[in-house]
């Protein structure tokens, strides 16, 4: 069966106002107060119409797992309560299915969680769209591009742990399917001054920390840098530590997602090495020297950093060390050469590292939509998202808040602009009069800065430009001149007299009214950083470099390329790259997310209303509340409006048959609502004002009351009514078994008194049945007792003329009969063991039983060691039967063989077959092997002993080398005739052989074993088997033994031994060898 869909609604369940537009009354406090409900309840989004606004709530929440994605894959944006993936969903369907280029707007200040956002509405946009090894490959560069740019550009700060330090745009192209084929990313404005200097609370960049605390000590020392922060002193040391943040992991993830995205492995390191370099520049001090002229200048107190940092970057280090003392200015074809005093040099060394960072960043971004371009021409689908810096009022705001402030006026500009024009467009669409909105517009405010003859931006290049003595007092200055009138513009210096008292404004800041609130700037460094001032002699070291990343980093340092014309100021660059950007986002679709952060202590469950409230005015979200509802506060298509309000109106419920408009007609003039209060579109329903809407949702959630009474009585009446059918069937069966019941028992009673009677009436019957049996019994034994009698009175009459000749026979028979069954069925209990070897037997009870008793003994002795033999295996009964072989043999006659008898015969203690070493030997012997031991082998000329391999097989024995496994001597069987042997505890033994055999050649054999026992009976018994001929045992303490053509006799005598209990062989003469036993 399949699924029913669920229709659901936002108004559904609805805590607090899911969509701003609906809230009534709408105030400042309303609002505050409807954000802090959703947020307490863990409700982090909340609509204004189309916009998203995002709460930060600083922990983790279960809202975004896979099911999350698929819950709000292809639904209506208001079909659901409020989430960012909604707002995603309906950018990608618009993109696939309406052939849209998107956008997507996030907004917000440091904190607020832009880029979280950011990676949300990537992560769902990879998750719905296609599958694919290519299209995976191209999603996981997107988005592993994240933590790259994370690591370069974001830094921990006073109100965000990973705040981004630049803005970034990127734009991801889709297929004509909907696949992604890569995307370009541009950056805005890297907070580069934050490399040499950090307020106090805040680090530096991340990857600086994350190098130093995850790499390698082989890639640290190949980067010339410590692991101790403290050395450094480009880093805040303060904040160096981060609780939750771990640098070395994240220096791993950064690592990884560089390889994805496809940087190669001499790219990465080379980053690495212009990222220790920026480091250690800031470790480089200088002293004042003064000259013979008068001047001042600089000189670097330790020049091992700038060495290390020459190393580093391939660059002279004469070079480097005078570009820091001297700057050379070029007019026209005259060059000056000035010194650098000590506060110049210091300038210089932070432009640099300044500098040389941002470059390396920019160039990151370029590597980086290098890998991630989409690689076909065909037409693409584009879909922007827009991650950057928010609103900023700090207690003390600079060039960078100036510049980070207009580009959110700009967007706040194209914001009202594309929203009234998305409103304008969809009215047009449904046939609705378009009526004009009131709104603030902040296009005076953008005028102020960016003009091109007024404007502050244009006061301070032109400022930076002219020549003379120029400061951020004078620039002050100018603007008090030519900004005095304008309303948005405040300063205590100008012209206006309003202002003059203002205690609250020093002399040397300006302020700005800007559409989110008044900010005062610091004029201080303004020229500075707008300059950007680079020394021409830097730049030129920099591309004298051997380095290839940094040389082109540093191109306009080429002495073949060099031009006068001053570059342009950073005022400008941004200012074009907004002017880019607004004429980007004015192409496509625009979604917006606004992001709030709820307190400054990036704490979970705190929601800090005067914050929320400040981000509230100066993110214009109520300005954005009342242009939506200027027209009508809600639109709905037919279909869902018919679906949701239907049960109000007796002809729509509960099915309408025709048109969807015609019956919402119907259905709002059932309800009698005023004509004004709505318009009807092609295709959409418009309503005026919310408390129509939540009129509306009242009369549904009473009637849906009544509709739940009504179902429960028609429920209630069928559960009673199925109830009362099936107690009367239950009654019906119960009623049934039970008569059953009663008529079995009924029956079972008659029938059991039925037995009863029976049982009585057969019990009388076998009684008197009984009683005639016996006495017919008694009768019959009278006689036979009467005939009994009778028959022995006459045998004994017969009998007693016979009695005294033989009852003493008969008496001593019978007595001998009872005394030997006695005799046996007491040895029945006192029978010994089955051991063979136990000798225990009872004692004899009777002199007359004395043959008996030992027969029995022979013969239990016989039955138990059969009964033992049988348990034997047949190996078993060979060794058993070879022992008893040696028993015959050397019991009593050899010292040796009492040893051997516990010793089991093992034949084979040389592993032949398994031993590599005798794989020869093996090859050579084909027959089955008896018995495998190393022996000693008497010499005969001088009775020294050598060690050899002795084999015995079924036909032959062997003697071979030990070392080698080389055969020396073959002796069949039938040529041995004799072995002999001394009756001492000593293993040496001679093989006597046949004299004229082949292998007598050099006489007989004499070794000695420490297996003697067991050589000796299995020669013997094989020799027996292959000859049928007994093998001559000689016993003795003198033989004689043939060596070549003599007779010599082996004698042997006990003596003490110099080397313990082993025996010795002496030759003493020609004719007798001597063996010495312990």
């Not at 309406?98 to 998750?127: F, H, N, P, R, W």
Request: hydrophobic fraction near 35%; glycine fraction near 6%.
């Amino acid at each position: 069966m399949a699924k029913m869909e669920v229709k659901t609604s936002l108004l559904d369940n609805m805590i607090g106002v899911g969509d701003m537009v609906l809230l009534e009354p709408l105030s400042e406090e309303s609002f505050i107060s409807n954000l802090k409900q959703r947020f307490d309840h863990s409700e982090i989004y909340t609509y204004i119409g189309s916009v998203v606004i995002s709460i930060n709530p600083y922990r983790s929440l279960p809202i975004y797992s896979p099911d999350k994605v698929e819950e709000y894959r292809n639904r209506n944006f208001y079909e659901l309560r409020p989430h960012i993936f909604a707002l995603s969903d309906e950018a990608y369907r618009s993109l696939r299915d309406q052939d849209k280029d998107q956008c997507i707007l996030i907004t917000g200040e440091s904190g607020a969680g832009k880029t979280e956002a950011s990676k949300l509405v990537m992560s769902y946009v990879a998750a719905v769209c296609g599958k694919g090894a290519e299209v995976n490959q191209v999603k996981e560069q997107l988005l592993q591009s994240n933590p790259v740019l994370e690591a370069f550009g974001n830094a921990k700060t006073v109100r965000n742990d990973n705040s981004s330090r630049f803005g970034k745009y990127m734009d991801i192209e889709f297929d004509f399917k909907g696949d992604p084929l890569g995307g370009v990313i541009s950056n805005y404005l890297l907070e580069k001054s934050r490399v040499v200097k950090q307020p106090r609370g805040e680090r530096n960049f991340h990857i600086f920390y994350q190098i130093l605390s995850g790499g390698s000590e082989d890639l640290l020392e190949k980067l010339k840098l410590e692991r101790d922060f403290n050395q450094y002193n480009y880093l805040s040391l303060g904040s160096a530590i981060v609780s939750g943040v771990d640098d070395a992991a994240n220096f791993r993830t950064v690592r990884n997602a560089m390889q994805i995205v496809g940087f190669m492995e001499h790219e990465t390191q080379s980053v690495f090495e212009v990222v220790a370099a920026v480091l250690k520049l800031g470790n480089i001090e200088f002293k004042p020297e003064s000259r013979v002229n008068g001047l001042d200048e600089s000189k670097i107190k330790d020049k091992n950093e700038l060495k290390e940092i020459c190393e580093l970057t391939g660059i002279d280090q004469s070079v480097l060390e005078r570009a820091f003392s001297f700057r050379t200015v070029e007019a026209k074809q005259e060059k000056v050469s000035t010194t650098l005093n000590v506060a110049q040099a210091y300038y210089a060394r932070d432009a640099l590292a300044k500098n040389l960072y941002s470059r390396l960043f920019s160039w990151l971004v370029s590597r980086i939509n290098e890998s991630i371009k989409a690689q076909t021409k065909v037409r693409k689908k584009v879909m922007g998202v827009l991650d950057i810096y928010g609103f900023e009022i700090f207690e003390e705001n600079s060039f960078e808040q100036f510049i980070i402030n207009y580009c959110n006026e700009k967007l706040q500009q194209i914001f009202i602009e594309l929203t009234l024009k998305e409103e304008q467009e969809e009215y047009i669409r449904e046939g609705i009069e378009w009526t004009h909105i009131e709104y603030f517009n902040n296009a005076i405010i953008c005028d102020l800065i960016e003009n091109n003859q007024n404007g502050i931006l244009a006061m301070l290049d032109e400022e930076c430009l002219r020549p003379g003595v120029v400061t951020d007092d004078t620039f002050l200055e100018k603007l008090n001149q030519i900004c005095a009138t304008h309303q948005h513009f405040e300063s205590r210096m100008s012209k206006c007299a309003r202002f003059l008292n203002d205690t609250s404004l020093p002399h040397s800041c300006f302020r700005i009214q800007h559409y989110a609130g008044k900010v005062m700037y610091q004029v201080e460094g303004f020229v500075d950083k707008n300059n950007d001032l680079l020394y021409r002699d830097l730049s030129q070291a920099m591309w004298k470099a051997n380095h290839s990343l940094i040389k082109a980093l540093f191109p306009e340092g080429n002495p073949a390329k060099i031009n006068l014309k001053r570059p342009p100021t950073a005022g400008s660059q941004f200012k074009s790259s907004v002017a880019t950007l607004m004429k980007n986002l004015q192409t496509k679709n625009p979604n917006y997310i606004r992001c709030i952060k709820p307190n400054d202590k990036k704490a979970a469950h705190i929601f800090n209303e005067a914050l929320v409230c400040h981000q509230v005015r100066y993110l214009g979200l109520l300005e954005n509340v009342r242009v939506r509802r200027a027209g009508y506060a809600f639109r709905q298509l037919y279909e869902p409006c018919l679906e949701r309000y239907k049960m109000l109106c007796k002809q729509t419920w509960p099915h309408w048959k025709g048109p969807a408009r015609a019956g919402v007609e119907v259905l709002f003039g059932e309800l009698e609502i005023p004509e004004e209060e709505f318009s009807l579109g092609r295709s959409k329903i418009f309503i005026r004002n919310p408390r129509t809407l939540f009129t509306l949702e009242d009369l549904r959630k009473q009637r849906l009351e009544d509709l739940a009474t009504l179902i429960q009585k028609i429920y209630r009446g069928w559960k009673c009514r199925t109830h009362f059918l099936l107690m009367k069937k239950g009654q019906i069966v119960i009623a049934a078994w039970y008569r059953r019941y009663a008529q079995q028992k009924k029956y079972q009673q008659t029938k059991s008194s039925a037995i009863i009677v029976q049982s009585y009436i057969r019990g009388w019957k076998a009684r008197k049945l009984l009683c005639e049996l016996k006495h017919q019994k008694r009768c019959e034994e009278a006689v036979t007792t009467i005939a009994a009698y009778w028959h022995g009175a006459q045998v004994r009459r017969e009998y007693r003329k016979f009695f005294r000749a033989n009852a003493g026979k008969k008496i001593y028979e019978f007595i001998l009969q009872k005394l030997m069954q006695k005799y046996f069925l007491e040895m029945k209990n006192k029978m010994p063991s089955l051991s063979p070897v136990d000798k225990n037997w009872p004692a004899r009870p009777y002199l007359f039983l004395d043959s008996t008793h030992k027969e029995l003994k022979r013969i239990f002795h016989l039955w138990r060691c059969k009964k033992y033999r049988d348990q034997f295996t047949d190996q078993k009964k060979l060794i058993y039967e070879e022992k008893l072989e040696a028993s015959e043999l050397f019991k009593d006659k050899k010292a040796l063989y009492p040893a051997s008898v516990g010793q089991p015969f093992q034949g084979a203690y040389l592993e032949i077959s398994k031993n590599p070493k005798y794989k020869k030997l093996k090859d050579a012997v084909e027959e089955k092997i008896i018995i495998a031991e190393i022996v000693k082998k008497i010499n005969r000329a001088n009775g020294k002993c050598s060690a050899r391999i002795f084999l015995l097989t079924k036909n032959n024995l062997l003697v071979a080398d030990q070392k080698s496994g080389q055969i020396k001597s073959e002796v069949p069987l039938g040529d041995v005739i004799k072995v002999s042997m001394s009756s001492q505890n000593d293993g040496f033994f001679a093989v006597h052989l046949k004299e004229g055999s082949g292998a007598a050649g050099k006489g007989d054999f004499l070794f000695s074993s420490d297996h003697l026992i067991e050589m000796a009976t299995k020669l013997y018994r094989t020799t027996l088997s292959q000859t049928k001929q007994k093998l001559d045992i000689e016993i003795s303490d003198e033989f004689l033994v043939q060596f070549r053509q003599d007779k010599v006799c082996v004698k042997f005598v006990r003596g003490n031994q110099k080397n313990g209990n082993i025996p010795t062989c002496k030759r003493k003469t020609n004719r007798l060898l001597e063996v010495a036993v312990p």
